[in-house]
């Protein structure tokens, strides 16, 4: 069975989406490469490196993404089946990831679950 993702919906909303929306298309894009990169080297049994994903505590990773002027954050967890799911992503502002954000992606993992 292959790797695929898919984003977290919680009540109604969908953060990975409204953060997608608020990037540039140029971004967007860039984005929706590293995601499909890091399925590809999942899918080929290749542990991605600290600059494309980085594990940060208690099951959630980070894809990192870097623009020309700013760098970008993107948070998953792994689900049965093989699924990658992508909780929110935030333009990091600051040289460590603040905790409230990974918090916020440990939020989403539990509503989703209990809402499937």
Do not use: C
């Amino acid at each position: 069975m292959k790797y695929t993702y898919d984003f977290a919906e919680v009540n109604g909303k969908v953060p990975m989406i409204e953060f997608l929306d608020s990037l540039s298309a140029k971004e967007r894009a860039k984005i929706f490469a590293y995601l499909e990169k890091l399925v590809e080297l999942k899918n080929n049994a290749i542990h991605p490196k600290e600059n494309l994903s980085k594990h940060l505590e208690d099951g959630i990773f980070e894809l990192r993404v870097s623009f020309e002027n700013r760098i970008s954050r993107s948070f998953y967890f792994y689900e049965a089946e093989r699924q990658i799911i992508f909780t929110h992503g935030f333009v990091k502002k600051e040289q460590k990831t603040p905790k409230i954000e990974i918090e916020k992606a440990k939020a989403i993992r539990e509503s989703w679950r209990g809402e499937k």
